[in-house]
């Protein structure tokens, strides 16, 4: 069974009751493990797409299975379970609290879950240790460059020991060399220690670092198809 | 999903108390502007309380000095409201009635009985003036003070049956008219008419509502007749010989002073009987409506208070929507975001009240200190008991809670999308 299972995904905004279709019936599997670009230009729907996988967002029709099961299964409560312990988010803006220290950041989901307190601050040292963050420790994040703001926000979506990180953009608001560095971070998580990597992105070059790039236009999908050749992150990084 | 379903709603309390905290240290002058109005209720429900106890206390004190025993009859029927006290001033209690109430057939039991008069007068020695409180009354009127002349005497029936020139004079009255010099055989002028003074009391402060250290006591006759030149008085003061005699002494007056005047209708009196008990009931009912008055100005300012919480609450949500989206996208459930809006509505709350509290308390002691070193009311006492304090808190609380809960519940139907989307 493929950790994530889409089929027929459709998904209609009503917008000032005229009814948009920004998904148009999309059907693939991403397995355990893999490492999946889904890359298309800006309002090809690719965001919405992962919304809808990260059970952030339901689809108007078709079905999406996380473990076999898809958001309709589970109560809200239960959907923000396994948001928390299932799933790890990095997106384009960062999104993390101002005025408050790296270790806190990336603490955050650890308050959310039915982890005890006494393993807090091991898994908060694993996941900052694995970004390469740990001599910023307290800096507030609003000092950090926004290489190392990204790479906070992906300490934080590795804390609880997710099996799937969705990156929306986790390049889009940073330099070539930042840019480069998160790539290479995101890539080593996936071949180092196996987490599944589902990456937005609409850049070609970025795309390239994941082993399968889905390719999305106009709310369908174009091509679905595996990298040949992985481009390394250490061999430079191209906005 | 058995896991799933345990670990529901388990959200530690002690981060989200560390999180709302941080929370408002992030907005330090707003937090502090927002929770003004709780800050001034809950002062003002402590001060209400303090300084309501602290009077009630010093009043019924001051009608207790009257002692139990004690009884006052005075002309006029009970005045039954502001514009009644026209009523009060008449001339209804004379010597006739002062023998009548004297006289064991007609009223139980061996009591004594001092007639009173009073009037505002000016008083000078050489260039020094002031104007006070003359007091005409007899040795029973001292006892009842339970207050004795530091220097000299007090002066003796002879000198009440002479109507002697004399006075016994209070430590303010002295201080004015005499400084530093001796007083006593000094004759003070009242009314053109010269005084000799044989007394002096000890500094006594505020007694049965007067500032003793202010007036002068002088025999009742001599006050009555050559200084006011009247037939009447304005009190019969009448101590009974035990406690429990005094409701059948009261039955007595009423029934000897109706047949004496022939009144029938107890409507028509012209007199009023009161005794520490019916004192002390009107200063009870009167107190609980003002201590209900003052509670309900306190609790329109809490609820301005917490409708300002609400409305920066209200902002806070909005501003920090984007927070909420990521919180809620990485495991907050909606419990967790209202129990985290909730817990900073209530530290602010709460910490209202514990400033009101304080600044309640300080302001408490500071009005007794004055009404102690100023009113004279030595007596007052710093009252602040720790029901106020946990009703402070507890009403914060609750205010806190009430209008929190709005907002939090605003925060949490946020949706994650729209709150991540938000600019």
Redesign the interface.
């Known amino acids: 069974m493929a950790l994530i299972e889409a089929k027929n995904i459709r998904k209609v905004y009503n917008h000032e009751m005229v009814p948009l279709e920004v998904l148009k019936g999309m059907t693939f599997d991403i397995e355990e493990g893999e490492f999946v670009a889904i890359m298309g230009p800006s309002g090809s729907g690719k965001s919405t797409l992962l919304?809808i996988l990260?059970f952030?967002?339901p689809q108007t029709s078709g079905t999406c299975l996380f473990n076999g099961k898809g958001m309709e299964d589970?109560t809200?409560?239960?959907i923000?379970?396994?948001?928390?312990?299932e799933m790890?988010?990095v997106?384009q803006a960062f999104?993390l609290?101002p005025?408050?220290n790296v270790y806190d950041n990336v603490?955050?989901?650890l308050?959310?879950?039915?982890r005890p307190?006494k393993e807090w601050h091991d898994l908060i040292m694993k996941a900052i240790k694995a970004v390469g963050m740990e001599h910023r420790l307290e800096h507030e994040t609003s000092k950090l460059s926004g290489g190392e703001k990204q790479r906070v926000a992906i300490a934080?979506a590795l804390v609880?020991d997710a099996k799937v990180i969705f990156a929306d953009e986790p390049t889009g608001n940073l330099d070539s060399k930042s840019g480069a560095m998160i790539m290479k971070t995101l890539q080593e998580l996936n071949q180092q220690h196996g987490y599944t990597i589902i990456l937005i992105t609409h850049e070609t070059y970025t795309a390239e670092h994941a082993q399968r790039i889905i390719k999305i236009i106009d709310g369908q999908i174009k091509s679905d198809h595996k990298v040949k050749k992985r481009h390394d992150a250490n061999h430079g990084f191209k906005k | 999903m058995t896991q799933i379903m345990a670990s529901k709603n388990k959200m530690k309390i002690i981060p989200q108390i560390k999180i709302a905290a941080k929370g408002l240290r992030t907005h330090k002058s707003r937090s502090a502007l927002t929770i003004l109005g709780i800050v001034i209720g809950i002062m003002a429900i402590i001060m209400v309380m303090a300084i309501g106890k602290g009077a009630e206390d010093l009043i019924l004190d001051q009608i207790r000095g009257m002692g139990s025993r004690t009884l006052s009859v005075e002309p006029g029927r009970m005045p039954q409201g502001l514009s009644d006290f026209a009523e009060v001033y008449t001339e209804s209690l004379k010597d006739r009635e002062v023998k009548a109430l004297s006289n064991p057939n007609n009223i139980r039991g061996n009591n004594e009985i001092a007639p009173f008069v009073y009037l505002n007068a000016t008083v000078s020695y050489g260039n020094e003036k002031m104007r006070t409180m003359i007091e005409g009354a007899n040795r029973l009127w001292m006892d009842i003070l339970d207050v004795e002349p530091e220097e000299g005497t007090m002066f003796t029936d002879t000198d009440v049956k002479q109507m002697a020139r004399v006075a016994v004079i209070g430590s303010n009255v002295k201080e004015e008219l005499f400084g530093d010099s001796e007083a006593i055989g000094k004759r003070i002028k009242i009314k053109n008419i010269n005084v000799k003074v044989i007394g002096v009391l000890p500094p006594t402060g505020v007694k049965m509502m007067m500032n003793i250290d202010d007036i002068i006591t002088m025999p009742y006759t001599t006050v009555q007749k050559v200084l006011m030149g009247i037939s009447h008085y304005h009190a019969i003061l009448i101590e009974a010989e035990t406690e429990e005699m005094v409701p059948g002494i009261v039955e007595d007056i009423k029934a000897t002073l109706r047949e004496m005047h022939g009144i029938t209708d107890p409507d028509k009196d012209d007199f009023h009987v009161g005794t520490m008990e019916d004192a002390m009931e009107i200063i009870g009912s009167v107190t609980s409506v003002l201590t209900l008055l003052l509670i309900a100005v306190a609790a329109i300012s809490l609820l301005v208070g917490g409708i300002g919480i609400m409305n920066i609450m209200l902002v806070s949500v909005t501003e920090r929507t984007r927070e909420i989206g990521l919180r809620k996208a990485i495991g907050a459930t909606r419990t967790d975001i209202i129990s985290q809006f909730l817990i900073e509505s209530v530290i602010l709350t709460i910490l209202g009240g514990i400033i009101g509290i304080i600044i309640g308390a300080a302001f408490t002691w500071l009005i007794g200190f004055g009404i102690r070193e100023f009113g004279g009311f030595v007596s007052w006492r710093f009252f602040f008991p720790m029901s106020a304090v946990a009703l402070g808190v507890g009403v914060a609380a609750a205010v806190g809670l009430v209008f929190g809960l709005y907002p939090a519940r605003q925060a949490s139907k946020k949706s994650p999308i729209e709150a991540l989307r938000y600019e």
Do not use: V
Request: proline fraction near 3%; avoid cysteine; charge should be negative.
């Open positions: 919304h990260g952030l967002d589970y809200e409560d239960e923000a379970h396994i948001r928390n312990k790890g988010f997106f999104n609290l005025r408050t603490k955050l989901p308050i959310y879950s039915d307190e934080r609880n």
